[in-house]
């Protein structure tokens, strides 16, 4: 009675006994019309002796028809098919690909030599060629069933478009000075392997080609619920192969969601950087063929991270988008892109589901902090509103906070986590690549060490209660849904010294946040839409980490735009343009700073929550300033007269703490710091300020900077 293969080794050497049984007969056949032409002599009890002990060790030459051979195969595969169970590799991989049985016989006359070298000596024989190890196709050709007239029809499976050489299923190797005829066919070695392994545990073709088996559910990833709606709605197309278009910042839980859409679809996930793809033309081509190959084989979905920055590349050669393009609407299986730019992508004849992935909102990362590090609810509060992580980067935050608990306590488990722990895990996981287009700040000042008019410093206290109870105002209290909470801008208007940077910092320290200049020299670029690109990336990269963005300077980028006379023109008011929206759409904190208020555009000026002006200072302020330079230890000598540096040397608290610092370098040669030492350390700084040394500034002190040698 005819049963169905239960086993993956049971269907492999059914289609072995046909191969046997084939090579036998070739055998007979050759021996009787081509012996006289041949070198080579093999008997048919040779090649019996040696097609008996096969790989299997079992079966061998069967004296039977091959054609009944075939039909127990067909009548089992039915079997098969109709039943419950898994199907054997070379059925599932011939189904899968939508091979016919012809092809499925050219794959077990390539698999045959390289699972049993034995059947390499028949083959070269057959071939009249003993080195020949491997089929040719005109070999291959002779073992298919037919007349040979039609079986030059099936040349059309070895051609370049065939799904055989089309999926990398086989490799032609090409003969020096030979034909098409005489071209070797290997069986590809991944595909050896996958065939020949009856396990689970499958390794892919390449180190850079990541399996991902999904065990996280949607329950278990913190992504915007109408994100996970749309999600389990696209799930249900899975049939349609759909392209999902994920477009966020990194981390923010684009690959967990294409795990949790996985896990519902009970498929693996393969994951690829878009960086490890091989640059050469030809390597291009045929990695991501071989990719494209895993992921059919073990029917699972692909995960292209960064495509996008191969899909809108301005200097890539039209062929990488074109043949990616190809690659993605003719995959049977699902797509995620994940992209961190704001281009809208479509593909022809298929279907493109575009997922924005945004952070979540303050409520929903308190409460996800509330379960995951079981704090109370201010605490939650306090970290949802300082750091606006997504949910992965949470997880990395609390799994880091653990550790470092447990380091201080000695090792304790479970250790007790403390707020500390967990502002250093989430500070850990913020900014990491802000720093490629910016400069932390580390912040050193407090609101004690400004010395500011009074209305200045209550304007500052008030834009750090703004930072600090966005949370209590616009969610508790309820004016989220009357004011939108926006950008939270503030422009520092004042000359060079007079304390803007440092009241930055005062801010950054006061509210815990973190602070970054912005390093303008790397953002503005000459080359159409790469200042966009780093504007981009900065403001993505701080909405995420919370961070305080600095743009010291500020007139180079949110300066006024000007009339179109040339292309130059018209693409700086792009940038300017675009700048605009995205700070509209930026949840941050952003602080500009500019010497003159009136080379603002207009428009960034309506958009500020606080304007705050930096005078220079009077002498009060700066007899004050003078005597908070020096620190409490510094050996200051007893004819320092902070009042006569007031009241003489109209400079900006800036400048003041550059004289005391040179000064105490002066002086570090002797016991204490002088009058004399100061006097000279100020020179130097007019020097450098190109202002012109007078006796109506230096008064009394001035001998001692008249002559210049002396310095």
Aim: glycine share 6%; proline share 4%; charged share 30%.
């Amino acid at each position: 009675m005819m049963k169905p293969y239960r086993k993956n080794r049971d269907y492999l050497v059914d289609w072995i006994r046909w191969l046997n049984a084939k090579l036998y007969w070739e055998t007979e056949r050759f021996n009787a019309t081509e012996r006289m032409e041949s070198v080579h002599y093999m008997s048919s009890e040779e090649v019996q002796n040696i097609l008996n002990r096969d790989v299997f060790e079992e079966g061998g030459v069967y004296e039977r028809e091959v054609e009944g051979i075939l039909e127990e195969i067909r009548s089992r595969v039915e079997l098969t098919k109709s039943g419950d169970g898994e199907l054997p590799r070379l059925l599932y991989l011939r189904e899968r690909f939508g091979l016919g049985e012809v092809e499925e016989k050219v794959l077990v006359i390539c698999l045959a030599p390289e699972i049993y070298p034995r059947y390499g000596k028949v083959y070269g024989f057959l071939q009249d060629d003993l080195s020949a190890k491997l089929p040719s196709i005109y070999f291959i050709l002779r073992l298919l069933d037919g007349r040979f007239p039609e079986k030059f029809s099936y040349l059309r499976y070895f051609s370049d478009c065939s799904a055989l050489v089309h999926f990398r299923l086989i490799q032609k190797i090409p003969v020096q000075g030979s034909g098409l005829g005489q071209t070797l066919v290997k069986l590809d070695d991944r595909l050896c392997s996958f065939l020949l392994d009856e396990g689970e545990g499958l390794e892919t073709f390449s180190p850079f080609l990541k399996r991902i088996w999904p065990r996280r559910s949607f329950r278990d990833i913190l992504v915007e619920a109408e994100v996970i709606q749309q999600l389990k709605g696209i799930g249900k197309l899975v049939d349609e192969s759909p392209v999902l278009y994920f477009r966020g910042i990194e981390g923010i839980g684009k690959r967990e969601a294409a795990e949790a859409f996985c896990k519902m679809l009970s498929m693996p996930l393969f994951f690829l950087e878009a960086a490890d793809i091989p640059t050469d033309k030809g390597l291009f081509q045929e990695f991501l063929r071989a990719v494209d190959r895993e992921v059919r084989l073990q029917n699972g979905a692909l995960y292209f991270n960064h495509l996008d920055e191969i899909l809108f590349h301005p200097g890539l050669e039209s062929f990488y988008r074109s043949f990616l393009r190809g690659l993605l609407a003719e995959a049977d299986y699902p797509i995620f892109i994940g992209a961190t730019g704001h281009h809208r992508f479509r593909l022809r004849g298929k279907a493109v589901f575009e997922v924005e992935f945004r952070v979540p909102s303050l409520e929903e990362r308190k409460r996800q902090w509330m379960r995951l590090a079981k704090v109370r609810s201010r605490v939650g509060e306090y970290l949802a509103s300082t750091f606006a992580l997504s949910g992965p980067l949470m997880e990395e935050a609390y799994s880091l906070a653990r550790l470092r608990a447990k380091l201080a306590q000695n090792g304790q488990n479970p250790a007790r986590i403390r707020l500390e722990d967990l502002r250093a895990g989430c500070l850990s996981q913020s900014q990491h690549n802000l720093s490629s287009l910016a400069h932390q700040i580390r912040p050193f000042y407090d609101f004690e060490d400004l010395v500011l008019p009074e209305e200045t410093l209550q304007i500052l206290k008030e834009l750090c209660f703004h930072i600090r109870y966005k949370h209590k105002i616009y969610v508790e209290w309820g004016f989220g849904k009357k004011f939108s909470s926006g950008c939270l801008a503030s422009l520092f208007v004042g000359q060079s010294g007079t304390g803007k940077t440092m009241a930055a910092e005062v801010i950054a320290k006061e509210v815990g946040m973190d602070l970054f200049r912005i390093d303008l020299a790397r953002i503005i670029s000459k080359f159409i839409g790469e200042t966009e690109k780093n504007l981009s990336k900065i403001f993505d990269e701080a909405e995420q980490s919370q961070a305080i963005l600095f743009f010291d300077e500020a007139d180079a980028l949110f300066g006024k735009r000007s009339e179109v006379e040339s292309a130059h023109d018209r693409y700086a008011n792009i940038e300017t343009d675009y700048l605009l929206q995205r700070i509209e759409r930026f949840e941050g904190v952003v602080i500009l700073a500019t010497n003159f208020q009136e080379n603002i555009d207009d428009a960034f000026l309506r958009r500020m929550r606080f304007l705050v002006e930096f005078p220079n200072p009077d002498v009060q302020h700066r007899l004050k300033i003078w005597q908070k330079a020096f620190p409490p230890d510094a050996p200051l000598a007893k004819d320092v007269d902070f009042a006569f540096l007031a009241e003489h040397l109209p400079i900006a608290g800036g400048n003041i703490r550059n004289i005391a610092l040179n000064a105490a370098f002066l002086a570090a040669q002797e016991k204490e710091i002088r009058m004399e030492h100061l006097i000279l350390s100020a020179k130097r700084e007019y020097d450098k300020m190109g202002r012109r040394v007078t006796e109506r500034d230096f008064g009394r002190y001035y001998p001692l900077v008249k002559d210049k040698n002396q310095l």
